[in-house]
């Protein structure tokens, strides 16, 4: 023992530099005493003190007397004027004038105070190196409280040592600080004012004290400890739309429409203003969205909850992504599924179809927009095609209004019209609910109408329609086919083929129509025709409008026999005309005569048709004549009846033009091949000819020009007997000497075309042809 040479101690002029500001950390304990310390310019001890940055509990960084380096936040070392040992953390050893940042390491470490006494801590940390640089602004989110919204950084501001932040805009202030227990907190004004942040709470905290870590970079907890993955606290701002636009077709209408986004924060949340400036959407002091008028908001500078119509508190979710809104009511706050924020006006519908009933069908039709065009600023549309102009316009008293052209006379600047809604609180016509609508009267109050409705979605619209009426007006029967025109807001058929024009048509009473040139020279501005529906339509297509009428001698009458349906009917291809002396085939060609189809003669040197007349006779003809009374020549085969849309095979009698005028026939038409002999003998006139002659057998199923043909019975590859456009023909495949053939001769015991004498065909070796 004695004295010992140390050649590290040495004497100054000049003190060494003390660090401007000190970074503590303390994961294990003690980690309260984290943060930024400042240095001050007291001295402890005869070397730098340093205090703890911002607002919250005082805690300094100070040499006691035993020469090593102290953190404490208790207010006892203040008293004692640093002349103790006392603190939460400690140098492993005396400093002997080391700075606080030089000692780290197991020799140089730092300690920390425990029920055992002083244990080194090798994850203390005190530097000079900064925190990591906090962010200028953080976004909290969390459902169902109102301790959200963007938090902006106070520059040169600390609570507890740590970055402070306070909830942007105006309204009810709210702070996120470190608190005095190391941990991050989310509290109102009772922690600045009150506890002047020397505290712990708050509505929201992070789990564990934070240790440097940033708001953003620890998990958090509701109040009361739950964890909750619905908080989050981030540096990502939302974007927030230019414009909010709100639809209340229930209640609160006048405070629908479009409201934009103002510079001004309100709770850490944007604002928005109304077009009129007179409405404010804003974040109420219970963390609610508020519509609310301008006056009763800015008078108590937005720390306020007060509007007409209101969301749960929200926890960050902007107003175009609340599900559910309240209506404020004389019964108190209603939920209301109506209510709903959109980041834009409705995209008007381009066409809207009204159905109405009740003696507002003439009302109903297609409405098409009229693009570039407003009435108060909201949509126009007008009732699509000829006939009567009708409007579907937004009224000055805030209600969707149907008129005619006086409304557009004035301007669109009144409240006219034969139907109106509620107020419609910016919502489209499509999008109010069943029983918004009601009739106008000239005077007094409307009267409630449910069954009006503006749709969105067209009617399907069939291509063609087909119209059966057998028990009068027969003419008016056939195919129709949609026209690219409208009338009186409903689509237009045009009857199909040559002949008399037929149009079906919704005229201005709101019936369907059947007439001719006539309503199309007054452009379907009119009632005209002898077939309508027996009600109004109000929007059903004619094959849905059910009863019908027609007007015949007498006058109207309705008529439970007229059908309209939907697409064409079926034709059947082939028709079989059977007489008393022969029988024919007609065939379905691609054309139409007074919205019929046609079929002709398939037979060679037959130049015959088959047709409906304009009054409405199935006619078998060598000309088409437009009537029966137009001078049909002799022999002229006609249905007994008018058609009335019937097919020929399913007319029961028909009659025949002689000389002594229209005689009953006893004449068939049918849809299958006539009735034919199973079994024919052919002969050959001289004898012989064993290859030709016995029976021929009819083939089952089998068809040559649409008749059945019959094969030799002796052979499978034998002659066959078959119909042709030119005739009947016998043919071989067996070669035969031509100047030899014979005459053949065909029978059975039943009467039929195909039986006579076949000669044979100059030219076509082993062929015969029936004379």
Not at 55 to 76: I, T
Not at 537 to 559: E, I
Request: charged residues 20%; proline residues 6%.
């Amino acid at each position: 023992y004695g004295w010992n040479k140390d050649l590290q101690i040495s004497f100054s002029i000049y003190p060494p530099p003390a660090p401007e500001r000190l970074y503590i950390t303390s994961p294990n304990g003690f980690q309260k005493l984290s943060g930024e310390y400042q240095l001050s310019t007291s001295h402890a001890n005869g070397h730098p003190l340093w205090q703890r940055a911002g607002w919250g509990e005082e805690a300094y960084l100070y040499s006691g007397r035993s020469g090593k380096w102290y953190v404490v936040c208790k207010q006892l070392v203040v008293q004692r004027n640093f002349e103790c040992n006392l603190g939460g953390l400690v140098s492993s050893h005396p400093h002997a004038g080391l700075p606080p940042d030089a000692f780290s390491g197991s020799h140089r470490g730092w300690g920390i105070r425990s029920q055992c006494g002083w244990e080194q801590d090798e994850d203390i940390r005190i530097g000079t190196h900064p925190f990591e640089a906090p962010s200028a602004s953080l976004w909290v989110t969390s459902r169902g409280l109102k301790a959200t919204g963007r938090f902006d950084l106070l520059e040169g501001q600390f609570a507890n040592g740590f970055p402070l932040w306070r909830r942007a805009g105006l309204g009810a202030a709210m702070w996120l600080f470190s608190g005095n227990k190391g941990k991050w907190c989310i509290s109102d004004h009772t922690a600045a004012e009150q506890y002047k942040f020397r505290c712990n709470s708050g509505f929201m905290l992070s789990e564990a004290a934070h240790v440097g870590l940033l708001p953003e970079q620890v998990p958090w907890s509701q109040e009361g400890g739950s964890s909750s993955s619905a908080v989050s606290v981030t540096t990502k701002l939302p974007a927030v739309p230019e414009v909010m636009y709100l639809i209340s077709p229930n209640g609160q209408q006048r405070k629908a429409g479009t409201y934009q986004l103002v510079d001004t924060l309100c709770h850490g949340y944007p604002v928005w203003k109304s077009s009129d400036g007179k409405r404010l959407l804003y974040t109420g002091n219970d963390g609610r969205w508020y519509f609310g008028g301008i006056n009763e908001v800015t008078v108590s500078d937005f720390n306020c909850a007060s509007g007409v119509v209101c969301s749960d508190p929200h926890g960050g979710v902007l107003p175009h992504e609340i599900g559910c809104w309240q209506l404020w009511s004389e019964e108190g706050w209603l939920l209301d599924e109506g209510i709903s924020v959109w980041l834009s006006a409705p995209k008007a519908q381009r066409q809207l179809y009204l159905v109405c009933r009740n003696g507002s069908e003439r009302l109903a039709g297609m409405y098409a927009l009229l693009e570039g065009q407003s009435a108060n600023s909201l949509p126009l549309w007008k009732r699509e095609g000829l006939g009567e102009d009708l409007y579907l316009y937004s009224g000055s008293d805030g209600k969707w209004h149907v008129g005619d052209e006086e409304v557009a006379r004035k301007g669109f600047d009144c409240d006219l019209g034969s139907l109106c809604s509620c107020l419609h609180g910016a919502a489209m016509p499509n999008m109010l609910p069943s029983g918004a609508w009601e009739r106008c009267r000239a005077h007094g109050r409307g009267v409630p109408d449910s069954s009006v409705a503006f749709m969105g979605r067209l009617p399907e619209y069939p291509v063609e329609i087909s119209i059966l009426s057998p028990a009068g007006q027969q003419k008016v029967a056939g195919r129709y086919l949609l026209q690219n025109c409208w009338a009186n807001g409903q689509p237009i058929w045009k009857r199909m083929g040559h002949g008399e024009e037929l149009w079906m048509y919704s005229g201005t009473s709101g019936y369907w129509h059947v007439a001719g040139v006539k309503a199309v020279q007054k452009s379907f501005c009119c009632t005209l025709g002898n077939l309508a529906t027996a009600e109004a339509h109000g929007g059903l297509l004619p094959f849905q409008a059910g009863q019908w009428q027609l007007r015949d001698a007498d006058g109207w009458r309705d008529d439970g026999e007229v059908k309209v349906l939907r697409g064409p009917l079926s034709f059947p291809p082939v028709l079989y005309l059977v007489t008393e002396h022969s029988d024919a085939i007609y065939e379905l060609v691609a054309e139409f005569l007074n919205g019929q189809p046609l079929w002709k003669c398939s037979e060679t040197g037959k130049e015959s048709w088959l047709y409906s007349t304009t009054d409405g006779f199935w006619c078998l003809s060598k000309k088409d004549y437009p009537t029966l009374g137009s001078g049909c020549s002799l022999g002229t085969l006609a249905s007994l009846q008018p058609h009335g849309g019937s097919m020929p095979h399913l007319c029961e009698a028909w009659q025949v033009r002689s000389s002594s005028g229209w005689e009953t026939s006893g004449a068939l038409l049918q849809t299958n091949p006539p009735e034919s002999p199973s079994v024919l003998h052919v002969e050959a006139v001289g004898g012989g000819w064993e290859a030709l002659v016995g029976k021929y057998w009819r083939l089952t199923g089998e068809l040559i020009h649409h008749r059945h043909l019959w094969r030799q019975a002796s052979s499978k590859e034998g002659p066959i007997l078959f119909s042709t456009p030119d005739g009947w023909l016998l043919q071989t495949s067996n070669p035969l000497d031509e100047s030899t053939l014979p005459q053949l001769q065909v029978t059975a015991l039943q009467r039929a075309d195909m039986l006579g004498t076949y000669q044979p065909v100059p030219g076509k070796r082993g062929c015969w042809k029936l004379q």
